[in-house]
C-alpha cells in the first residue's frame, strides 16, 4: 500500500476537524456524563422465551402544540379507550386506514440519511405522511398494525414513545408484537429524532418538537384506522418492476456463490409485492406495496424535506384515488414500503467520474482523478427531481396494474410474534457443531467513504480491508483504542469507529434490538430493523417460508418489510462483508450478522406456526434515554426588517403566466421551524383560484403538492425570507390566482418567556393563460 499524502487544505480540514472532535467530546463528556439518565420503556407486550433454532440457519395530522424540551415527553395517566363493537358475520377481516401528517422540522435540522454535515432543510417539496393499516379478524379476537412512515428510519426513542401513547390510550390493544412501524427511507426527511450517539451527532442534535410532531402523526394515523375499521377483504399480487434499480456494489453481490447467483436473473429483487383492500362492497380502501429500492432520487445537494421516489409513487396513487381531494387528504391511503433496499440504487444511469465522464462501476467506486468524492451515480432525468418523479412515475403506474389485475384473496388468521435480542452477543449455529457470534458494534473504514449515492468526507476509499495509521492514531487519541476482541470479532472489517465500546454521553449503537414478524393469513411480513442487502433479504425470505413449510404451513409468501423498529443500518451476507464495501463496513454486528438473524426469525416462525408464540422470551428491555444532546442550532428571536412586517411581499408575482412557467413570490419570513411548536396552520403555502360566480378563492394547491416549493433564505441575526413557487401544470385552468404565506414568528419581550405568533401574507393576484 503506497504511503498516503495529504495536501495542505486536507491538512487544515484534518487540524480543523480533531479540534472540533476534541472539543465535542470534551463539552459532551462533562456535559451529559450523568447517572440515573436511563430507564427502562415498559409495555404491555405479550410475554414472548427464545428457544434454540429447530432448523439451523445459513450464511441473510397534526396534532397537538409542542414544546421544545430534550426530556421524555409526559403522559397522562393510562386510560383505556372501549373498544366499539364489531360486526363478525362475515368472512374477510376488518380493516382501517388512516394518514397522519408527520413531518417535523423544515429548517435548522440537518436531513437524515447521507449524513453530509450542512445538508440541513431550508424549506419543503412535500408533506411527509405516516400511514396505518390496522386488520383484525372477523371476532376481534386477533389483529395487527402496519405502518409505514416517510422518514429516514424509525428510531428506538420513536417506537418505545408510539407504543406508549398507545398503551395509554388502548390498554393491551396494540402492543410492541403486533404493531410494526417501517420507515420508506426517505433521505431528504428531518433527523433529531434518534437516542444512540452516532444517530444524535448525525443529526446535529436532538430535537424535540420534531420527534413530538412524528411521535403525535404516527399515533394519530393509527387512531385513524382504529377508527375507520370495516369489514372487508384483502388481496395479494407480485410483478417484476423493470427500468428503476442499479445494484450499486456489484462487485460485493459477486461475492455470492456463484450456484446461488444462478438462480437469479438479476442482482436487485424486481418483485413487487402489493396487498389490495376493499370493502365487502368492492370500495377501495388502500394499498401496501413492497419493493426494494433506495429513495436517493433526490441527492444530498438537497434541501428540501420530500419523500422521494416512493413518496411520489404513493402521491400518484392517492391522488387518483381520492379525487377532488387535496395531497395528504381524501380517505384512500397508499403505502410504499420499503424492502431488502441495501444494495439497491434509482439512479440507473450508474456511476461515473463527474470530472472525466468516465464510468467508475470499480470495486472502489474510485476515480483515476479526484478519487471516491468523483464517483456520482445519477438518475434517469435531467435534474434530481425529475428523476425523482421518472423513477416514482414507474412505481406507481406497476403498482396501479399489479392492484387493478389482482384476484387471490388472502384468508386465514393473523398472528404476531416479537423478541428484544441482544445482537452483539448472539450465539449463530453454523451447522450442527459448530458456532460463532455475533460483535459489539462497529463501523469500518468503508463506512466513511459512503456510496454512488452519496460520497463521504476525505477520501476514504470503499472496499478498504486496512486501516489507516493516521487515522487509527487520531480515534486512539479523542475516542480510545478498540480492544483486541472488537478487532477479532469484526475481521476482514478495520474498525474506524468502535461505537460498541463507546458509551459517552450514551451508548453510541444499540445493541438491544427487536425482532418482529406478522402473518396474515399465507403472508408473513418480516420486519427487520435495517437494511438488507439484495441477497440478504433472498436468503431470510426463504429461511422464512421454510420453516413455515417445515411446520405444516405450505405455500407462505414472506415480505421484507425494511427499516423497522430500531435503526441497526446494514445487514450483509458473511460472503459480501469479506469485500468491505460501504453496505459491509455498516453491518455492526460483524460477519455473522445476517445467519444471526436468519436463526432468530425462523424462532419466530415456527413460534407461530406451532401456536406457541406465549413461550418465546421476551427478551432485554432496550433503554429509554431521558436527557439527549440538545440541537447544535440555537433558537433565536425572529425579525422583521425596518417598516416590514411578517408576510409583507418583497418579491412580487408577475401579473400573468403560461402553463409551463414558474409563478414566484417572496415574503418577509421567520424561521419555518416554529411552526412544527405551534401548529395553528396546516400548510406553509397555498395557491388559491377565484371563482368569479361565487366571488371566492378556492384552494387548489397546498405545500404538499410536488408543483409547489418552499424555500427559506436564512439571514442574519433573525431576518429571513421566504420564497413560493408554483410550477404552473399542464392541467391548470385558465383564470385569476394567488399564493399565499402561513408562518409563525418566535418573539421575546426582555425578561419574560417566547412566545410564537402566527402571521399571514399574500401575493397580488395574477393571470393562467393556455398560451
Known amino acids: ?187 431528504s426527511g428531518p433527523g433529531g429524532y434518534f437516542q444512540y450517539t452516532v444517530f444524535v451527532i448525525a443529526s446535529e442534535g436532538f430535537s424535540n418538537r420534531t420527534f413530538e410532531y412524528m411521535v403525535t402523526g404516527i399515533v394519530k394515523s393509527i387512531e385513524m384506522a382504529h377508527q375507520n375499521m370495516k369489514p372487508g377483504k384483502i388481496f395479494i399480487n407480485k410483478g417484476n418492476v423493470e427500468g428503476t434499480q442499479i445494484n450499486r456494489s456489484p462487485s460485493s453481490y459477486l461475492q455470492n456463490p456463484p450456484s446461488e447467483r444462478a438462480r437469479y436473473s438479476s442482482n436487485t429483487d424486481k418483485e413487487m409485492v402489493i396487498l389490495k383492500m376493499v370493502d365487502l362492497n368492492g370500495v377501495d380502501l388502500g394499498l401496501i406495496s413492497w419493493f426494494a429500492i433506495h429513495p436517493v432520487s433526490m441527492n444530498n445537494t438537497n434541501h428540501l424535506v420530500n419523500s422521494d421516489n416512493m413518496g411520489y409513487a404513493s402521491y400518484l396513487f392517492e391522488q387518483e384515488k381520492n379525487k377532488g381531494y387535496l395531497p395528504g387528504q381524501g380517505p384512500y391511503v397508499a403505502a410504499f414500503a420499503s424492502s431488502n433496499l441495501g444494495d439497491v440504487s434509482p439512479n440507473i444511469l450508474g456511476p461515473h467520474c463527474v470530472n472525466t465522464g468516465d464510468s467508475c462501476d470499480n470495486a472502489n467506486s474510485s476515480c483515476p482523478i479526484g478519487g471516491s468524492s468523483m464517483c456520482v451515480a445519477s438518475g434517469p432525468g435531467h435534474d434530481m427531481l425529475n428523476s425523482t418523479q421518472i423513477i416514482g412515475g414507474i412505481i406507481y403506474q406497476r403498482a396501479k396494474e399489479l392492484y387493478a389485475s389482482t384476484s387471490q384473496e388472502v384468508t386465514g388468521p393473523l398472528a404476531a410474534a416479537h423478541q428484544w435480542v441482544n445482537m452483539s452477543n ?103 430493523p435495517g437494511e438488507f442487502t439484495t441477497m440478504s433479504g433472498r436468503r431470510l425470505r426463504e429461511a422464512v417460508q421454510a420453516e413455515f413449510a417445515t411446520h405444516g404451513m405450505q405455500n407462505m409468501t414472506a415480505v421484507i418489510s425494511g427499516l423497522c423498529n430500531v435503526y441497526t443500518h446494514y445487514i450483509t451476507t458473511f460472503e459480501e462483508y469479506q469485500a468491505q464495501r460501504y453496505e459491509a463496513a455498516s453491518t455492526i454486528y460483524g460477519p455473522h450478522t445476517l445467519s444471526a438473524y436468519i436463526q432468530l426469525f425462523r424462532a419466530l416462525a415456527k413460534a407461530i406456526a406451532t401456536d406457541t408464540v406465549a413461550n418465546l422470551n421476551s427478551g432485554p428491555e432496550p433503554p429509554y434515554f431521558k436527557q439527549l444532546i440538545a440541537s447544535l442550532i440555537p433558537n433565536i428571536v425572529d425579525r422583521a426588517p425596518l417598516g416590514r412586517n411578517f408576510g409583507d411581499v418583497l418579491q412580487p408575482v408577475k401579473s400573468t403566466y403560461r402553463v409551463g412557467e414558474v409563478a414566484e413570490v417572496t415574503f418577509v419570513g421567520a ?42 433564505h436564512k439571514g442574519l441575526l433573525g431576518h429571513s425570507n421566504a420564497t413560493m413557487q408554483w410550477h404552473i401544470p399542464e392541467s391548470a385552468q385558465p383564470g385569476i390566482y394567488r399564493m399565499r404565506y402561513f408562518g409563525h414568528n418566535r418573539k421575546q419581550d426582555f425578561l419574560k418567556p417566547a412566545v410564537i405568533l402566527p402571521f399571514e401574507g399574500t401575493s397580488s393576484a395574477f393571470e393562467v393563460v393556455t398560451s
Not at 421544545?68 to 415527553?73: D, E, G, P, V
Not at 405551534?678 to 397546498?702: C, D, G, I, M, P
Request: proline share 5%; charged share 15%; aromatic share 8%.
Open 426 to 528: 448472539v450465539t449463530v449455529w453454523l451447522n450442527s457443531t459448530h458456532t460463532a457470534k455475533t460483535c459489539k458494534p462497529a463501523l469500518g473504514y468503508s463506512f466513511a467513504a459512503g456510496t454512488i449515492d452519496g460520497f463521504g468526507s476525505f477520501n476514504f476509499t470503499q472496499g478498504t480491508t486496512v486501516g489507516d495509521p493516521f487515522w487509527d492514531t487520531l480515534r486512539d487519541q479523542l475516542l480510545g483504542k478498540p480492544s483486541e476482541e472488537i478487532k477479532n470479532c469484526h475481521k476482514p472489517k478495520p474498525i474506524l469507529l468502535h461505537t460498541g465500546e463507546l458509551i459517552k454521553p450514551h451508548p453510541w449503537h444499540p445493541e438491544i434490538v427487536d425482532v418482529q414478524m406478522i402473518t396474515v393469513g399465507s403472508l408473513a411480513i418480516v420486519a427487520i
Open 1 to 187: 500500500m503506497a504511503k498516503r499524502t495529504f495536501s495542505t487544505l486536507e491538512a487544515f480540514l484534518i487540524f480543523l476537524l480533531v479540534m472540533m472532535t476534541a472539543v465535542t467530546v470534551a463539552l459532551l463528556s462533562l456535559l451529559f456524563i450523568t447517572s440515573g439518565t436511563i430507564e427502562n420503556h415498559k409495555d404491555s407486550g405479550s410475554p414472548v422465551t427464545q428457544s434454540p433454532p429447530a432448523t439451523l440457519g445459513s450464511t441473510a395530522t397534526q396534532g397537538s402544540t409542542l414544546t421544545h424540551s430534550s426530556t421524555a415527553t409526559q403522559t397522562p395517566p393510562l386510560t383505556s379507550t372501549p373498544e366499539p363493537p364489531l360486526f363478525q358475520n362475515f368472512s374477510g377481516y376488518h380493516i382501517g386506514v388512516g394518514r397522519a401528517d408527520c413531518t417535523g422540522q423544515v429548517s435548522d435540522i440537518n436531513l437524515m440519511g447521507f449524513s453530509k454535515m450542512g445538508q440541513n432543510a431550508r424549506g419543503i417539496l412535500t408533506r411527509l405522511y405516516s400511514r396505518a393499516f390496522v386488520l383484525a379478524e372477523p371476532d376481534g379476537s386477533n389483529r395487527v398494525v402496519f405502518v409505514s412512515i416517510d422518514i429516514g428510519m424509525v428510531s428506538q426513542r420513536l417506537r418505545l414513545e408510539v407504543l406508549k401513547r398507545l398503551q395509554n390510550k388502548y390498554g393491551s390493544l396494540y402492543r410492541r408484537d403486533n404493531v410494526i412501524l417501517s420507515g420508506s427511507h426517505t433521505h
Open 671 to 712: 424561521n419555518p421551524k416554529n411552526s412544527a411548536e405551534n401548529q395553528t396552520h396546516q400548510t406553509f403555502l397555498t395557491v388559491e383560484k377565484y371563482e368569479a360566480a361565487s366571488a371566492t378563492w378556492r384552494l387548489v394547491h397546498n405545500d404538499a403538492s410536488w408543483e409547489t416549493r418552499f424555500y427559506w
